[in-house]
Nanobody
Framework: QVQLVESGGGLVQAGGSLRLSCAAS????????MGWYRQPPGEQRELVAQ???????DYADSVKGRFTISRDIDKNTVYLQMNSLIPEDTAVYYC???????????WGQGTQVTVSS
């Protein structure tokens, strides 16, 4: 059973920074890709950033130049560094991973990010 444990959310003023962490229960090379989604209040969940097995990174247009996804292979952890935060970034952020052997998506429990103006 895959487990993804997120941490690092919180309350920050506009212009500030936060770093989210997602620790996987197994090797991150078990996954086709890992990434971060977010769900603002009353809206649908959307992809924020993703890193593939081969290390290719992809970002939503709204966060390009401000957010960076990275990974620590030894710690089986994926990070989302969020800089120049704006109120529109307020959402619950979810870690996502697609298991290679089953082509199945797994989700973390979510972490709240609130950006005040």
């Amino acid at each position: 059973q895959v487990q993804l444990v997120e941490s690092g959310g919180g309350l920050v003023q506009a212009g500030g920074s936060l770093r989210l962490s997602c620790a996987a229960s197994g090797s991150i090379f078990s996954f086709n890709h890992m990434g971060w989604y977010r769900q603002p209040p009353g809206e649908q969940r959307e992809l924020v950033a993703q890193i593939t097995f081969g290390g290719t990174r992809d970002y939503a247009d709204s966060v390009k130049g401000r957010f960076t996804i990275s990974r620590d292979i030894d710690k089986n952890t994926v990070y989302l560094q969020m800089n120049s935060l704006i109120p529109e970034d307020t959402a619950v952020y979810y870690c996502n991973a697609n298991l290679r052997t089953l082509n199945t998506d797994y989700w973390g429990q979510g972490t709240q990010v609130t950006v005040s103006s």
